[in-house]
């Protein structure tokens, strides 16, 4: 009887401690829905209070619509599932900005056929001779009607009066006709005379600055502006509001600093500290910007968090073209210079290791530097893990290493691995987030990347994993929302849908944890919220 009493209490008075304590009505009330909190116990419940940019309270329905008065907005979700909104760990945030105005996207789409519609319906929309580019984030085996390429004569069907330009990644990049009489000359020896380039990481940069000559860039900060706020639309309307940009030469963040100063970014925006360096000479200049500079220069929406995710420009390894090819020591020890600074002075780590090879490497390295400069609280990251191996796991989380683990959905599957071993790193107890590491090599669908690891497969429906090899939906959610929090040190403010931490939702358009496993990928948010404001929302709602 005491036990039940005390349990009713509990549950009372955090419902209605707001309300007593500060006298606060809430402004909005979500109800009748499924709200996924995302807390510890991954309670779920069917309303949720809002006053200014903070959660009041959560609870049923009679509870919490018992907190309003005469001017709550209060809003039927109809049975709608609600989650925390997404917190993207490693994204090429300021990249997608340059592009997000103009760019034609076929992010998720599996119809070639499709594909070829929508350049089409692109090409009309422009004058003659103005250019159709489509950046990155697909792959040719993600067409399920006709995997592979773009020919140069059906591209010069689909777009007759328009160059085409498609990048596919860093190598592989196709063109109409137009765009091939315009770029095959600047070319030089890339060029072959046919609809599709393959080049080398190196001779790819190349290809794609030639083609970006063309691409019409914003040239004024208004226009920046506008550009910046299209990107922040389309993630918004993919459930996404939170970003880390791990970029670090994607141009100027003048214009996001604008909208932030005006109170218009509709999304929140942390970057990494920008410099490069790629020789021992500019690997001790940047040690001493991090003893000179403090990290964590940031508010709760917007500014500069810690460093990487190529903490030195040079240890940058791969999966495929440099498989197992192991790092000059000259490298690591301009690494671990960096990383000693970044220790010292409390600089949270972002880094990028495909290879065991290196993590390990990292992995040691960070061991000694510890010994002096205790690195356990300063919440380093090793990104991609590809390879990683569960020897350098449980040495990464006795260290206090975390992962990030970033979208392959357009990525080739690899044979007779589990990569990254998705299914391990959950097991192993450390502690984990997902991200993109859009926008280029991959989409920044949350939904696809969730789908991904819960059905195991990427696109079309290429199966990845064994069945004993993906994760729950839980245990996705949480690693795209609560454990990104806690790596953005935001744990207290972001991540769940509890009361005192600030109101960033999305309402789901289908029933997250019941819909059949490979419909995942196809959720789209109905209406999104930043700090109770809401900054999407799909037109017929």
């Known amino acids: 009887m005491h036990q039940v009493f005390f349990v009713r209490f509990y549950y009372i008075f955090f419902i209605f401690f707001p309300i007593l304590i500060f006298g606060q009505v809430p402004d909005r009330i979500l109800y009748n829905g499924k709200v996924l909190t995302v807390d510890d116990n991954f309670t779920i419940t069917s309303a949720i209070a809002i006053n200014g940019e903070r959660i009041l309270a959560t609870g049923d329905d009679p509870s919490i619509l018992d907190l309003a008065d005469a001017q709550t907005e209060e809003i039927n979700l109809e049975g709608k599932t609600v989650i925390p909104g997404f917190i993207d760990n490693h994204i090429h945030y300021l990249r997608g900005t340059n592009f997000a105005a103009y760019e034609t996207r076929i992010h998720g789409v599996i119809s070639h056929d499709e594909v070829l519609t929508r350049i089409t319906a692109r090409a009309e929309d422009l004058d003659p001779g103005e250019w159709v580019f489509i950046i990155g984030g697909w792959t040719e085996q993600q067409f399920a009607d006709k995997p592979g390429g773009f020919t140069r004569a059906e591209l010069d069907k689909a777009a007759p009066n328009n160059p085409v330009f498609i990048q596919r990644n860093y190598t592989i990049f196709y063109m109409n006709s137009l765009a091939e009489d315009i770029l095959g000359p600047q070319l030089g020896n890339f060029y072959t005379g046919d609809s ?26 208004e226009e920046r502006m506008v550009e910046v706020k299209a990107f922040n639309s389309y993630l918004n309307s993919m459930g996404v509001t939170t970003v880390y940009d ?69 240890l940058h390894d791969m999966v495929g073209e440099r498989t197992s090819e192991p790092f000059s020591q000259d490298i690591y020890d301009a690494f671990s210079l960096i990383a000693l600074s970044a220790a010292k002075n409390g600089w949270q780590v972002n880094e990028h ?90 989409t920044y669908n949350p939904f696809h990347t969730i789908w991904e690891y819960t059905a195991g497969k990427i696109f079309p429906n290429i199966v990845k994993y064994e069945s004993n090899e993906v994760i729950t939906r839980e245990e996705a959610l949480i690693a795209h929302t609560r454990s990104n929090a806690y790596l953005m040190f935001m744990e207290d403010s972001l991540g769940t849908l509890e009361a005192g931490k600030y109101a960033d939702l999305v309402v789901l358009d289908r029933d997250y944890l019941e819909i059949e496993i490979d419909d995942v990928r196809n959720i789209e948010p109905v209406m999104t919220m930043v700090s109770g404001e809401i900054v999407y929302q799909e037109a017929n709602q």
Do not use: C
């Open 246 to 314: 791990v970029g670090y030469l994607d141009g100027s963040y003048d214009p996001v600093t604008a909208l932030y100063e005006k109170g218009e970014l509709d999304l929140r925006v942390f970057h990494a500290l920008r410099y490069w360096a790629d020789s021992p000479r500019t690997a001790i200049a940047a040690a001493e910007l991090l003893d000179r500079e403090e990290p964590f220069q940031r508010d709760d929406s917007y500014g500069m968090h810690g460093i990487g995710e190529h903490v030195y420009g040079l």
């Open 196 to 221: 599709v380039i393959r080049t080398n990481y190196r001779e790819g940069r190349t290809v794609m600055y030639a083609a970006l000559e063309y691409f019409p860039f914003a040239e004024t900060l």
């Open 353 to 442: 290791a495909m290879q065991d090879l290196t993590a390990s490497r990292m992995i040691t390295i960070s061991e000694e530097i510890s010994d002096t400069y205790p690195m356990h609280d300063l919440r380093w990251t090793l990104g991609h893990v590809d390879l990683i191996s569960k020897e350098s796991l449980e040495r990464a989380k006795r260290l206090g290493w975390h992962i990030t683990i970033a979208n392959h959905t357009v990525k080739p599957r690899m044979e007779g691995v589990a990569s990254p071993p998705i299914r391990m790193i959950q097991d192993s107890g450390i502690l984990w987030g997902m991200g993109s590491d859009g926008t280029i090599v991959a």
